[in-house]
């Protein structure tokens, strides 16, 4: 995509917003598979999800196809370009391991954009980060907070329009059961994904991919 002339940072943005692959393209930068840090560069199955995401998404995936990776790109541009985003990301247990892997990856992604680009981030620890548009009296922030899959009651609590759920095979079936009653109490038009590899049959992913698969549920299901 030709980008156009550029007046100022506000102008930038603004384009921006309309084309957020774009943003995506021109400024994160990911780990591969070598450890090597390389621009964003959507594959193949990074390609069909962004162009057929329908806002309540069930995925099943083979193994090291980035389907985490372009979720991940994708709320973490909303929350970069938009106040008032709230995210929200589901991952399994042991949450020691597996939070500090995904926080690498998001915190890669906001840091490789120019200051220029993105809003002030005022919160960065260890599961959160909020950043922070304009100033004073007007000043609004988007945040992203992960949180694990045996913690669940934070996304009963919170007002979150954005739900990654990481890995939802390996939960167990108090988990899933609790991570189905959160659901339910999300605010209105908002958008999850939730992604799994095949692992279990009888798992509450498999069913639940059953169920969607049967056209009984109100999630898409997508095959990797």
């Known amino acids: 995509m030709e980008r156009p002339e550029f ?33 964003f560069r959507f594959a193949p199955v990074q390609e069909r999800y962004w162009g057929e995401r329908s806002g309540r998404d069930i995925y099943l995936k083979a193994r090291q196809v980035r389907v985490s990776s372009v979720i991940q790109a994708d709320y973490v541009s909303l929350m970069l370009l938009q106040p008032g985003v709230r995210v929200v990301a589901v991952v399994q247990k042991p949450e020691s391991q597996t939070v500090p892997h995904h926080m690498r990856r998001v915190r890669r992604f906001v840091y490789s954009v120019p200051e220029a680009l993105r809003p002030e981030v005022m919160v960065d620890n260890a599961s959160t980060i909020e950043v922070r548009f304009g100033g004073g009296d007007q000043a609004m922030t988007s945040r992203l907070d992960f949180v694990s899959s045996g913690s669940l009651d934070a996304i009963r609590g919170g007002t979150y329009q ?24 999300l605010p209105r038009g908002a958008r999850v994904a939730v992604e799994g590899s095949p692992k279990v049959a009888g798992s509450a992913f498999h069913g639940m991919w059953k169920r969607e698969k049967a056209g009984v549920g109100g999630y898409q299901p997508v095959c990797y």
């Open 162 to 185: 954005f739900v990654h759920v990481t890995e939802f095979a390996s939960y167990e079936r108090e988990e899933a059961e609790s991570l189905f009653s959160a659901l339910l109490g």
């Open 7 to 39: 007046k100022g940072s506000g102008d930038a943005a603004a384009w921006y917003r309309e084309n957020r692959r774009a943003y995506v393209e021109d400024f994160f930068t990911i780990e591969d598979r070598e450890g090597k840090v390389v621009p």
